[in-house]
């Protein structure tokens, strides 16, 4: 069999129907697309993945924490639900996994049917999943159109999740926008990540600063120059085998800016997809002497709650001499 009639065949796990017939997928293929895309890359598990129905339509923010039992004599005990809810702005998302036949040869020449599905889907999937989060952590304005070479952490395609918790926060009150220094000397503004996460865990409102969901969200560059100088080789902070920083789970990513900072908990950070906007294809791409796998939806990303986002605005790294 040719390379051309293995791709004709191509069937990926999540459609049930061979790849020149993909199209707009109806809800049942959407969701098991999106399991393919978390499992290439498990971080995204972890957060909130929301289909919309209305992309016009607010969402409504988790209700308020706050005591709701009691009793009161001669009535009932009432506490209003109260939430709150906010609009969200959607973006048309464009991704695509790239081959040139000649690229297509040397990959996939001699595999099976089944092998080629296999491979081209690992990829692809990966691929978005990467981009997905790549623009949630780096996302700064959705430009009209992307440009990869200026912006290549897609700062440019829309907004993500750093800069929605600043821009709820006007006031600096949880994003905390003075620039400060990591210096493990002492000479800076702090001298240890344990210091700089307790502080942000101060700024949390009394109702999540105990939540056992919270995370440190911590880029790398900041969190090599903080376990060089406080953790011997091999050593550890708890019997799970995991750094803590400040009695709390550490998740870094390679999409995040090298010295970001935040404390949150995975569930808190969204990533909302219209519902029946899901749109694949598999083919050749026009007379270019390509082949491509392309994901089109209507997609933005949100905050669950930000008061429940705290975050260093600035951190430079102390040049150690």
């Given at each position: ?143 009209p159109n992307t440009d ?70 911590v880029g790398g560059d ?100």
């Amino acid at each position: 069999m040719t390379i051309h009639e293995q791709l004709a065949r191509l069937r990926l796990s999540f459609t049930p129907v061979l790849a020149p017939n993909y199209g707009n997928l109806d809800p049942t293929a959407s969701s098991a697309l999106w399991s393919a895309i978390t499992q290439a890359v498990p971080l995204l598990a972890q957060l909130a993945i929301v289909n919309v129905d209305d992309c016009t339509a607010p969402l409504a923010d988790p209700i308020k924490s706050t005591l709701r039992t009691g009793r009161k004599q001669g009535g009932r005990f009432l506490v209003p639900a109260d939430p709150a809810s906010r609009s969200h702005d959607y973006q048309d998302m464009d991704s695509s996994a790239v081959w040139t036949w000649q690229q297509l040869a040397k990959l996939i020449g001699g595999m099976t049917q089944q092998q080629v599905n296999d491979t081209l889907e690992a990829l692809a999937m990966a691929a978005f999943g990467d981009d997905i989060l790549r623009i949630g952590f780096r996302g700064a304005f959705a430009a009209p159109n992307t440009d990869p070479v200026t912006y290549p952490m897609g700062e440019d395609v829309t907004v993500g999740w750093p800069t929605l918790a600043k821009d709820a926060d006007p006031d600096g009150l949880r994003v905390l926008r003075d620039p400060v220094v990591f210096d493990t000397s002492g000479a800076g503004s702090y001298a240890d990540l344990d210091a700089m996460v307790y502080t942000l865990i101060a700024r949390l409102p009394a109702t999540h600063r105990d939540d056992p969901r919270l995370r440190v969200w911590v880029g790398g560059d900041l969190l090599r120059a903080h376990k060089q100088a406080y953790l011997q080789p091999g050593l550890v902070r708890d019997k799970d085998q995991h750094l803590k920083i400040a009695d709390l789970p550490v998740i870094t990513s390679q999409h995040m800016a090298s010295t970001h900072l935040a404390v949150t908990f995975p569930e808190n950070l969204q990533v909302l997809t219209l519902t029946h906007s899901h749109r694949l294809n598999a083919g050749d791409i026009g007379n270019s002497n390509s082949w491509a796998i392309r994901y089109n939806r209507i997609q933005s990303y949100a905050l669950g709650d930000p008061t429940a986002y705290t975050a260093f605005d600035a951190v430079t790294l102390a040049t150690q001499e």
